[in-house]
Nanobody, 127 residues
Framework: QVQLVESGGGLVQAGGSLRLSCAAS????????MGWFRQAPGKEREFVAG????????YYKDSVKGRFTISRDNAKNTVYLQVNNLIPEDTAVYYC????????????????????WGQGTQVTVSS
C-alpha cells in the first residue's frame, strides 16, 4: 500500500505557472505507474497526465499538451506536475494517483486502473 500527499496548488492568474508535487510513502514507489487527475466543480474526475514506472514514457490529455509536464524522481518517491500557461479552464482539484501491477513502460489513463489516491490540491486560475 502507498499513501500520497499532494502540495503546490494555489491561486494564480491566467498565463501563470505552478509546480505540483506528490510525495509517496513506502519503499515500492518505483513499482507504480503514476498519474495526475483533476476534478472541476460539477464535473467528473478526468485524466491529465501519466508517467511510466521508469519515467521513459509520458502521456497527456490533449488540452494540456505543451503546457503541462509530468516527471518523477523514484529516489525521492515523488511525482511532479509542472503546469504552465494556465487558463481558467484548468481550475480544479488536482489529484495524484498510483497504479499498481503496471509494466515498466506502461501508462494507465483510466481512473479505474489507479488504486491509491491523494487528498488533492486546489488550483484556481483567475482571468
Amino acid at each position: 500500500q502507498v499513501q500520497l500527499v499532494e502540495s503546490g496548488g494555489g491561486l494564480v492568474q491566467a498565463g501563470g505557472s505552478l509546480r505540483l508535487s506528490c510525495a509517496a510513502s513506502g519503499r515500492t514507489f518505483s513499482t507504480y505507474c503514476m498519474g495526475w487527475f483533476r476534478q472541476a466543480p460539477g464535473k467528473e474526475r478526468e485524466f491529465v497526465a501519466g508517467i511510466s514506472r521508469n519515467a521513459v514514457n509520458t502521456y497527456y490529455k490533449d488540452s494540456v499538451k505543451g503546457r503541462f509536464t509530468i516527471s518523477r524522481d523514484n529516489a525521492k518517491n515523488t511525482v511532479y506536475l509542472q503546469v504552465n500557461n494556465l487558463i481558467p479552464e484548468d481550475t480544479a482539484v488536482y489529484y495524484c494517483a498510483a497504479g499498481p501491477r503496471a509494466g515498466l513502460y506502461t501508462i494507465y489513463s483510466d481512473l479505474g486502473q489507479y488504486d491509491y489516491w491523494g487528498q488533492g490540491t486546489q488550483v484556481t486560475v483567475s482571468s
